[in-house]
């Protein structure tokens, strides 16, 4: 029970997409609460950590609707658990948010809502978009940031999509930290400010075991951290 004034409210996080940057999110939510509370505080936390090779192979087949079933299904777990609100720790499978939040009873924090609110309050209008290829050429995460932000979202041309899905899939979600695929993600990066961006988003939550503000020009943003920054303000806000 947690003393008065030190009310958090519980943060329902859906992972193991991978669970390499599942990770990442444990870690920065809990620096981020320590830092905030001091002590011996850490972040209230229900994980429920799904099987990424049953929700790639809905993704390689195009299944996406048992894809947002199943991840439904794990929401409402974690509601029925105890959870105050749900925080989906992978920036593709946002494409079957409507489906998770259909029968939702607490608030879902949603990625690409928490970056682009960061990107406006910068005064950044061209952004750059890094990610899976369904992120970066499908209309969920792009549309949004234009329809509902007003930002220009330009991504890298099909060769350079196809090396950075590659190195998520096959690199990235394995594990694997490699040096030439760290200088594959500078050059493309760099090659997307020569075209106009004035940032740079990490759209998928594994990009930031790879590359960060030191490989890039312009500014940077980790949509693990700010999504991880979103779920400890509500965590920490007032109890109504």
């Known amino acids: 029970m947690y003393r ?9 996080l859906i992972g193991g ?11 920065v939510i809990n620096q981020l609460v320590r830092t905030a509370r001091g002590g011996l505080h850490s972040a209230p936390i229900l994980m429920a950590s799904v099987d990424f090779a049953q929700i790639e192979a809905y993704q390689h087949r195009g299944e996406w ?6 991840l439904a299904t794990v929401a409402q777990r974690l509601v029925a658990a105890g959870a105050d609100c749900i925080v989906l720790c992978t920036n593709t499978m946002h494409k079957v948010a409507a489906t998770i939040t259909a029968d939702l009873p607490i608030p879902f924090i949603h990625i690409a809502d928490a970056t682009a609110e960061r990107i406006v309050a910068s005064g950044i209008r061209t952004i750059a978009l890094l990610g899976t290829r369904y992120t970066m050429e499908q209309d969920f995460y792009k549309g949004r940031l234009e329809a509902q932000y007003g930002l220009t979202v330009l991504v890298p041309d099909e060769a350079d999509r196809v090396t950075v899905n590659r190195i998520i899939y096959d690199e990235l979600c394995m594990g694997i930290i490699a040096d030439d695929s760290r200088t594959h993600y500078q050059t493309i990066m760099a090659g997307l400010v020569a075209r106009g ?20 020009t ?7 951290q700010i999504h991880a920054e979103a779920a400890v303000t509500y965590a920490l806000a007032a109890h109504p």
């Open 197 to 216: 961006a004035q940032g740079v988003i990490l759209g998928c939550t594994e990009i930031t075991l790879l590359v960060g503000a030191a490989d890039v």
């Open 17 to 27: 997409m991978s669970w390499e940057s599942s990770a990442e999110y444990y870690r």
């Open 65 to 70: 609707d048992k894809a947002g079933t199943l």
């Open 4 to 12: 008065k004034g030190t009310f958090m409210k519980w943060i329902g």
């Open 218 to 224: 312009v500014p940077v943003f980790d949509t693990t």
